[in-house]
């Protein structure tokens, strides 16, 4: 069964970190690209980045770019989104899923919630 | 960037209606549009991929056509099981934009 779990989720003041974590089994993690996804509190859907097979091309919506960062690990078929300087904007349900450019995100992680506050 | 539009916002219907959500792109995104269904507190779930393949295991009362800039999602008879919020999505070019959602309502 292809299956995403994220966590890392949590409270951080404005101007913290906190890295995302999402683990992957059921398919060959290495073969595919895979993104992150967000949605603020009511809001619609928002793709964050994304990031090559083998971790050489990554991709941010303006919003993150210089703040957060896509990387992955193969070997442990994992997938991460560190992120720094947090705002409250960035508060929302982060969902890691398989898929990005010229493709389509399935499935996709249960999400993890990041409330920036303080 | 590229906009992707979806009309209406919200609708309501009833149980066996036909539905149509259309998507329109700020520029052509050739077949690059897929659709997602997604219900309260859950992840989404994709519907449609590369304009009109349906995924596998959605029902076939589900469908997608178009291509270039304008594109539709039809649901041939609605169930109770699909009154959730819709959205679709272009993979043609990062940033990867999604519309803003279609709720379906319970009428």
């Known amino acids: 069964e292809v299956q995403l779990v994220d966590s890392g989720g949590g409270l951080v003041q404005p101007g913290g970190s906190l890295r995302l974590s999402c683990a992957v089994s059921?398919?060959?993690?290495?073969?595919?690209?895979m993104s992150w996804v967000r949605q603020a509190p009511g809001k619609g859907l928002e793709w964050v980045a994304d990031i090559k097979q083998d971790g050489s091309e990554k991709y941010y919506v303006d919003s993150v770019k210089g703040r957060f960062t896509v990387s992955r690990d193969n070997a442990k078929n994992s997938l991460f989104l560190q992120m720094n300087s947090l705002r409250a904007e960035d508060t929302a349900v982060y969902y890691c899923?398989?898929?990005?450019?010229?493709?389509?995100?399935?499935?996709w992680g249960q999400g993890t919630l990041v409330t920036v506050s303080s | 960037d590229i906009q992707m539009t979806q009309s209406p916002s919200s609708l309501s219907a009833s149980v066996g209606d036909r539905v149509t959500i259309t998507c329109r792109a700020s520029q052509t995104i050739s077949s690059y549009l897929n659709w997602y269904q997604q219900k309260p507190g859950k992840a989404p779930k994709l519907l449609i991929y590369a304009a009109s393949s349906l995924q596998s295991g959605v029902p076939s009362r589900f469908s997608g056509s178009g291509s270039g800039t304008d594109f539709t999602l039809t649901i041939s008879s609605l169930h109770p099981e699909d009154f959730a919020t819709y959205y679709c999505q272009q993979s043609y070019t990062t940033p990867l934009t999604f519309g803003g959602g279609t709720k379906v309502e319970i009428k």
């Open positions: 899923t398989r898929g990005g450019d010229y493709s389509w995100f399935d499935p």
């Open positions: 059921g398919f060959t993690f290495s073969t595919y690209w």
